[in-house]
């Protein structure tokens, strides 16, 4: 399979406790988005990496919210002291850009289902 | 900012029949507008864009969607529904002027009936 993949596919954590994900685009792609949907919305932006820079971050991106993309490839997405308010699913997307042409389609991995309970 | 509004929680329609799902949206400048469907337990999958050129535009199983600059619309239409294409289905708009994400709306579910 080459699309994107999310690893676990599902997370259930106490409050408090720290958890991390992890998310491999498509490997030629050179764009990486973060993305958090809740039951009976759509996706709403988390943040962004063009190769390994950080972009863009969304104010949703609280202070216990960190993403990196170390080597340009993979990404992860950690949340600290997690809260029943961060039970969503989180959707990782890719996409192949050329400079600021933002014109092509992302690609989404399945999402980590996170539970905190 | 740019946004996106569907303003049909629930489409239903019979199986055979035409089907439309509507989409508007709002963004200074010409929208890069998307549609993805998304499957239960399933990731997002593209279905058509709009970045520029003919305003029909064709994508995968079937589906098509017209840009309307002056109604500000992109909705998304298939001549004969299938059961198969129940699913929740999502429109998103880029404003192309800057290194923006990709803007959803709520989603609509489409339920098709045999």
């Known amino acids: 399979d080459t699309g994107v993949s999310q690893d676990p596919r599902h997370k259930i954590t106490k409050r408090g406790q720290n958890v991390t994900f992890r998310c491999d685009p498509i490997s030629e792609h050179n764009r990486l988005y973060w993305y958090r949907q809740t039951l009976g919305q759509g996706p709403e932006f988390l943040t962004y990496?063009?190769?390994?820079?950080?972009?863009?971050k969304s104010r949703l991106l609280s202070d216990r919210f960190s993403a990196e993309r170390p080597k340009g490839s993979f990404s992860t997405l950690e949340i600290q002291r997690t809260e029943q308010g961060d039970s969503a699913m989180y959707l990782c997307?890719?996409?192949?850009?050329?400079?600021?042409?933002?014109?092509?389609?992302?690609?989404f991995g399945q999402g980590t289902r996170l539970t905190v309970v | 900012a740019q946004s996106v509004a569907q303003p049909e929680d629930q489409v239903n329609v019979a199986e055979g029949n035409p089907l439309t799902v509507k989409c508007t949206y709002s963004v200074s400048g010409n929208p890069y507008l998307f549609w993805y469907v998304q499957y239960p337990n399933r990731g997002l999958q593209f279905l058509l864009k709009?970045?520029?050129?003919?305003?029909l535009v064709k994508g995968s199983y079937g589906f098509e969607a017209e840009f309307n600059k002056s109604q500000t619309s992109f909705h998304l239409k298939k001549p004969s529904a299938l059961v198969s294409d129940s699913a929740l289905y999502f429109c998103?708009?880029?404003?192309?002027?800057?290194?923006?994400?990709?803007?959803f709306g709520k989603g609509t579910r489409l339920s098709v009936i045999a």
């Open positions: 998103a708009v880029r404003d192309p002027s800057g290194n923006t994400p990709l803007v």
């Open positions: 709009y970045i520029t050129g003919d305003n």
């Open positions: 997307a890719s996409s192949l850009g050329q400079g600021r042409r933002m014109n092509t389609e992302a690609f």
């Open positions: 990496f063009q190769n390994e820079a950080q972009l863009e």
